[in-house]
């Protein structure tokens, strides 16, 4: 069944709830009623707006101002007027598509003087397309994400709290979901730290950051924010598998600098705690298919690699000894060949310099890994004088089908013979579906829909 973007209206009963929490807050409503906050929501699913307005009401109590931003040609100008008719004094930023929600917000922040406001909530219309994604040992089904999201930030529950901690706490510089603030796995942090360098950003190995970019923050946290030199360039798309974009990058820093630089603490608000708790049974029966779970091994991953073929994928394996020439990788057709065959080895055994140029530039202009003449032989230069570390393995598929390691098994496989056994990690990458219908009932309604499929189709 094809997924689509799904948003609800609860305008009732958020209404209800809205007025039941304003007169529960009565007092502190009473004592923040000068502070002054800003709203920056970067409006990429117009579909989202009649959900994402009945937080808004939340902030009915406060003076605010909301600036929206939205990629040009994406939202219509029926979406622009039901935000005029909902606050008149809007200001729209139509923006390019690029550097994800990060760029819009920068972007949005150049036109503000951040000393105007205390508070400042950065939101972002978080899709709910995907049926389903297990990350930072967690599961999220369609709604999860997007409803943790706004229900941290601006449920009327959570929403005078917030505030008061904002505006009241020194020590309080940052509040959100509670489960959302999270830490990254090893071969993202080296990848951030790369960035960092590459940028003079500091950062620390343990930074804490909002998954989904959706929080109240004081203004003061993002007056640095506001003032970095970036460039267009910094947000220009990149393959996976060249690493982290600078998009991915910043909005950790925002988050981690809020503790160090300005020395302020990130606030967890914990929200839908059943819904939380129902979620963990499954969840944690996909922990043990986690890609993560591979760090425990004494294997070291190229944090690239990791990024591009097995962040958050679900998987098993098992190490064991295979011939070189059982070994087999797949050609640019597609076509699963021996490994032996392959531009890198043919070019080491035999010297067919051509085959391997040509492989180099193809990779180059596919965005797959970069290889070089002069990289390959500083590889093999390595092995030769150092011998074979096992903690670089060579990674296959459960079919011997080579997944990473290629350069480092043409140096062995030159070295040692086309018989010789090699120690390899074998990843069997699991399919989503199947598992996820072994742990968690199907709903109803999507079984009836299989079902009238199952006799359409007879």
């Not at 598509?97 to 922040?109: H, S, V």
């Not at 499954?282 to 070291?300: A, K, M, Q, T």
């Amino acid at each position: 069944m094809k997924t689509k973007q799904v948003y609800r209206s609860y305008h009732l009963f958020r209404k209800l709830e809205r007025n039941r929490e304003e007169k529960k807050n009565k007092n502190l409503i009473k004592k923040n009623k000068n502070v002054k906050i800003l709203v920056i929501l970067h409006l990429f699913y117009p579909k989202s707006w009649k959900e994402i307005k009945e937080y808004l009401e939340n902030l009915s109590c406060y003076e605010y101002d909301l600036t929206v931003t939205y990629t040009k040609s994406k939202i219509s100008q029926n979406v622009i007027n039901e935000i005029k008719n909902f606050k008149y004094n809007t200001k729209f930023i139509g923006c390019e598509n690029k550097g994800f929600d990060l760029r819009p917000f920068l972007i949005a922040l150049k036109n503000v003087d951040l000393s105007d406001y205390d508070i400042v909530f950065k939101l972002q219309s978080k899709s709910t397309k995907r049926s389903w994604i297990y990350i930072y040992d967690q599961l999220f089904m369609r709604r999860d994400w997007f409803l943790d999201l706004f229900e941290g930030v601006l449920s009327a529950k959570v929403v005078h709290r917030n505030i008061d901690l904002l505006y009241n706490d020194k020590e309080v510089g940052l509040v959100a979901a509670d489960n959302l603030i999270v830490n990254d796995p090893l071969h993202k942090i080296e990848l951030v730290q790369r960035i960092a360098k590459k940028t003079n950003l500091k950062i620390s190995s343990n930074y804490k950051f909002v998954a989904g970019t959706c929080f109240a923050i004081k203004s003061e946290c993002l007056s640095n924010i506001q003032s970095y030199p970036w460039i267009d360039n910094d947000f220009k798309t990149i393959p996976a598998s060249r690493g982290m974009s600078f998009a991915h990058f910043f909005e950790r820093y925002i988050c981690a600098q809020v503790e160090s630089k300005w020395g302020k603490k990130l606030v967890g608000v914990k929200i839908r705690n059943l819904r939380h708790k129902f979620l963990a049974i499954p969840g944690n029966v996909l922990y043990h298919f986690s890609s993560n779970r591979l760090f425990n091994e004494n294997v070291d991953f190229d944090p690239e690699f990791f990024y591009w073929l097995l962040d958050n994928r679900l998987l098993t394996w098992k190490y064991k000894n295979v011939a070189f020439k059982d070994i087999k990788y797949i050609n640019d057709e597609g076509t699963i060949l021996p490994f032996l065959q392959n531009a890198p080895y043919q070019y080491l055994k035999y010297g067919d310099l051509e085959a391997y140029q040509k492989y180099c530039e193809y990779h180059k202009e596919h965005g797959l890994p970069l290889m070089s003449t002069d990289r390959f032989q500083h590889l093999k230069e390595s092995i030769d004088k150092n011998g074979y570390n096992e903690r670089h393995l060579i990674i296959l598929d459960n079919k011997n089908i080579l997944i990473d390691g290629q350069h480092r098994a043409c140096c062995l496989c030159e070295k040692m013979g086309e018989n010789a056994l090699v120690k390899v990690l074998v990843i069997n990458i699991l399919e989503k579906k199947k598992i996820i219908k072994s742990i968690i009932p199907e709903p109803l309604e999507q079984k009836m829909h299989r079902i009238k499929q199952n006799i359409k189709n007879k």
